[in-house]
Each structure stands twice: as structure tokens, then as C-alpha cells.
């Protein structure tokens, strides 16, 4: 896919707000990518699609989760987990992507797992970061990965945080953020 098909297809799709923000991470992923070695365009297209189906109906995704024997798992979750997984699955079924690292990178920005690639790594970590992000710690984050160059820190330093957010409002959490977790917490240093 080129980089101007993936421009149009998440504007076309996303409000303006949602779409800013997309270009935002992909700006972010490609910046992300010379520092760390990776494919910029990889970068570009996971950042500019990832959330493509942010907006879409919770029940038009159980289907498609259903429908295609995506994992089981995901149909306890809400769009939060779902839209990383059915973007990835619109991509590839109705838009022609075949990069698995493009794919991966879409599927898991919600959760992250265990042992990502670095597209993968990057797009999670831009989609945290991007430069309007004001979460708190946020900054902190930002000099792990721009002055200690430490991605799989960046990684598990997000994960905490998210899941600590979770944890304190009593909500549920997807198998795959409990093993990236556990994965980066043994290799952050
Ligand atoms: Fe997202
Ligand atoms: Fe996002």
C-alpha cells in the first residue's frame, strides 16, 4: 500500500480530530524508526491506519471476530481491545495488506504482547507518545525513548501504566498486556 492510500483511507474514515491524530503517530513512528533502525514506511502505514477502526459498531466487530475465528478472547473485551485486531483484519482482507509487521503492529497497538517486533514496538510506543499525548508521565516516557534510546523500557514503562489505569478502575485485562508485561519487565534494562 502507499503511503497516500493509507492518507485517504484513515481520513476518509476517521473524524478530523481522530485522523490528526493518526498523522500524529505515524509523524512520530517514522521519527521513531531512524533512531531505531526499522522501515519508515512500515511506521507510516501501522501509525496512520492503527485506530482505522476505532469508531466502528461493537457488534459489526464480534462478528467479524466471530465470523473469522479471530481469538475468542477478544469478545469479552470492548472496541478499547477490538479495534486494533479488526483493523488489521479490514487491511488485510479488504485493502491489500500483506506486511506482516504492518498487520502486527495494527492488531496489538491496543494490548501490545510478548516479544514484538520492532514495527510493532514502535507504533505502540508512538501511539503513547505522539507529541499532543498529555498523560501524565508521558514526558518521562518521551526521554526514554528519545535520550536513553531504550524501546523495550518505553514498552513496558506504557504497559505498567496502562495496566495500573485499569487495575484502579476495577476493569478487566486482555491476556496479551499481562504477557507483555511480564516479557518487557525481564528485558527493559
Ligand atoms: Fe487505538
Ligand atoms: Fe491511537
Redesign the pocket.
Known sequence: MKKSEAINLAKAKLPDR?FQ??CR?ADTAVQMAKIFGANEKKCFLAGML??YA?YDDLKGMQKIVKKFHLAPEYLQFKSEILHGPIAAHIMKTEHGVTDADVLYAMEN?TSGRSNMTLVEKIVFVA?YI?PRREIPGVKGIRKVVFGEKNLDKAVFLITKANLLHLISKDRMIFSKTFECYNYYSNIKE
Do not use: A, Q
Open positions: 481522530r491524530h493518526s503517530v492503527h485506530d476505532k497497538h501511539d505522539e
